[in-house]
C-alpha cells in the first residue's frame, strides 16, 4: 500500500519561499512506472497541477508555465521523498497543497495523494 | 492549456436517484479523462481513468464514458456516501488540469 505523508510549514511570509516534503512508502521515487507530483487547491484556483518529476534513464521534471519561473520539484533518492519549492511567494500562492503519485505512464491519473497541507502566505 | 467545463456545478439529488455530471475539453483530449471524489477536508479520491476505467475499490455504481471532447460521469443508484465534489482531469497534455469541480448535495 503507498502512502504519502506531507510535511513543511503551514505559514509562509510574503516574498519568501514555500518549502513542503512529501515521504513516500510502499514505492519508491525512483520507479519508472511512476511520477510524483505536486498540485494545490484554492477556493479561488480550484485544483491546479503545480508539476511533477519522474525518472526514466534520467530525471525530469515539468511545470506549467504558470509557475515555472518559481517552482523546484526535487526527488531526494537517499530518504525516498520529494519535495516542493516555490518561492517568492504571495498571499495568492494560499492554498491546500497536495503531492500525489501518478500511474499510468503518459496517462497520469493521481492515485496516491498526501494527506494536504494548509499553507498560508501572510506577514 | 486545455480548459474542462463541467456541469452543472452543483445538484440536488436524493439516495437512490440517477446522478450525471458531464466534463467538456476545449479540444480533443482522445480518452484521457480521470474523474476524482472529493470530500470536504480529505484529499481527492480516484474514481475512473482513462475515460472508463474503474479504479480498485470502487464500487460499480459509477461509470465512466466518452471520448474526444465530451466526457460523463454516471452514478447509477446515489448512495449516501456519494455526496461530495466531483472533478475531471485531462492527462492528454500538459499542463494536466481540471475541471471546476460538480457538488452533489442532499435533496
Known amino acids: 500500500q503507498v502512502q504519502l505523508q506531507q510535511s513543511g510549514p503551514g505559514l509562509v511570509k510574503p516574498s519568501q519561499t514555500l518549502s513542503l516534503t512529501c515521504a513516500i512508502s510502499?514505492?519508491?521515487?525512483?520507479?519508472?512506472?511512476?511520477?510524483w507530483n505536486w498540485i494545490r487547491q484554492s477556493p479561488s484556483r480550484g485544483l491546479e497541477w503545480l508539476g511533477r518529476t519522474y525518472y526514466n534513464y534520467k530525471w525530469w521534471n515539468d511545470y506549467p508555465v504558470s509557475v515555472k519561473s518559481r517552482i523546484t520539484i526535487n526527488p531526494d533518492t537517499s530518504k525516498n521523498q520529494f519535495s516542493l519549492q516555490l518561492n517568492s511567494v504571495t498571499p495568492e500562492d494560499t492554498a491546500v497543497y497536495y503531492c500525489a503519485r501518478a500511474s499510468g505512464g503518459s496517462s497520469s491519473w493521481f492515485d496516491y495523494w498526501g494527506q494536504g497541507t494548509l499553507v498560508t502566505v501572510s506577514s | 492549456d486545455i480548459q474542462m467545463t463541467q456541469s452543472p456545478s452543483s445538484l440536488s439529488a436524493s439516495v437512490g436517484d440517477r446522478v450525471t455530471i458531464t466534463c467538456r475539453a476545449s479540444?480533443?483530449?482522445?480518452?484521457?479523462l480521470n474523474w476524482y471524489q472529493q470530500k470536504p477536508g480529505k484529499a481527492p479520491k480516484l474514481l475512473i481513468y482513462a475515460a472508463f476505467s474503474l479504479q480498485t475499490g470502487v464500487p460499480s455504481r459509477f461509470t465512466g464514458s466518452g471520448s474526444g471532447t465530451d466526457f460523463t460521469l454516471t452514478i447509477s443508484s446515489l448512495q449516501s456516501e456519494d455526496f461530495a465534489t466531483y472533478y475531471c482531469?485531462?492527462?492528454?497534455?500538459?499542463?494536466?488540469?481540471f475541471g471546476g469541480g460538480t457538488k452533489v448535495e442532499i435533496k
Open positions: 479540444q480533443s483530449i482522445s480518452a484521457y
Open positions: 510502499g514505492d519508491s521515487v525512483s520507479s519508472t512506472t511512476a511520477a
Open positions: 482531469q485531462q492527462t492528454y497534455s500538459i499542463p494536466l488540469t
